[in-house]
């Protein structure tokens, strides 16, 4: 099949080179710069993902993982999660016999790997710097905006939240803004960092922490829309007040923040020949890190129908992708707002609920561990 892919971010490129891998004449279309123009810098930027087990597993197969360097990759085999009320819950790699529950990656360190291994692909084409003026679905064209035209059996669209395929495919979307943002911070400490992920929820909405090496941390904390810190010495301020306590003193290197939105598309696939993954399809409140291992999950979902599809059966194949993710992006979507809603409430119910649901989770070895395992994607 001819295929092209708009989008060359990780769920994007991730995508585009398993298709290339299984046969596939892929074209990618990229708005930016190639990331192979300028290489990673020495200092983790905020833009970091948790990669879990099973995704990992994937880009090891692809032959991504050797293209990370080690300063750019953490391993974590612990993650814990404590109540408003003072419970915490801890998962561990051992609880099923795993080396590690998943990894944290710097953004554009593994888009950089991703577009070297695309690099070596023959059936691989890139144009970058431009972006899809009109498709024409029945004529199974694509224009972009310089002028370029080219014929296609499928567009995938992985351009983000805002995708231009998806628009121009006719598909809506729905959403909602959670009127929260979220700081991310990388700082260097003085004590060391475990290889262990946590986070602790408050009335306000929770903060976490990220371990990027033994003595840098990526570091979270969500508030209010009007209540996040404007200045670098009101971020320091915040910070120090919430995480001394769990990391010492701590040197802040660079910070951000961002709104939470959650958004989905109402359809998967439109024309017959379109097809979204990633944030084009679904974006969720990134409490456990999911977002990213979602689209890497619809990538593989999408890559697997294609592998028994034939041109008179690329419908079902594509309501086959839908079905699958579909059901699977909305359950954690569903999954992330309960926890949000959830564990900040203030009302005894919920907080009864949640109480109760740590303990049972807590004493119940069989149960934590189809989570934890849940949580890796196995």
Sequence with gaps: MQIVVVGGGMVGAACALALARTGHQV??????????????????????????????????????????????????????????????????????ALPTLGAMIENLTLQHALWRCLQTESNVTVQTQTTVESIHWAERQLRTVDGASMPFDLVIGADG??????????????????????????????????AATWEVFRQSGPYALLPLTTHQACLIDYAPQGHHPQTENDVKERLQRQFRSHIGDFHLQQWGHFPLRRQRALRYH??????????????????????????????????????????????????????????????????????????????????????????????????????IELATGY
């Design 270 to 371: 439109a024309q017959g020949c379109a097809v979204l993954v990633g944030d084009a399809a679904h974006s969720i409140h990134p409490l456990a890190g999911q977002g990213v291992n979602l689209g890497f999950a619809d990538a593989q979902a999408l890559v697997q129908v294609l592998q028994s599809a034939s041109d008179d059966t690329l419908e079902r194949a594509f309501s086959e992708y839908s079905q699958m993710r579909v059901s699977a992006n909305q359950r954690m979507m569903r999954a992330m707002d309960l926890i949000h809603f959830g564990f900040s409430s203030q009302q005894l119910l919920p907080r009864l609920a949640i109480a109760g649901g740590m303990k049972i989770l807590e004493q119940v070895t069989p149960l934590k561990r189809k989570l």
């Design 27 to 96: 074209t990618i279309i990229e708005a930016g710069d190639s990331p192979l123009e300028s290489a990673p810098t020495e200092q983790w930027d905020i833009r970091i993902s948790s990669v879990h087990r099973a995704n990992l597993d994937w880009l090891e197969m692809l032959g991504v993982l050797a293209c990370i360097p080690a300063t750019k990759m953490c391993n974590y085999s612990s993650l814990a999660v404590q109540s408003i009320d003072g419970q915490r819950l801890e998962f561990n790699a051992s609880d099923i």
């Design 161 to 194: 939240a805002q995708s231009s395929v998806a628009k121009l495919a006719g598909i809506g979307q729905r959403g909602w803004d959670y009127d929260m943002r979220c700081l991310l911070a990388n700082v260097t400490t003085e004590q060391e960092i475990p």
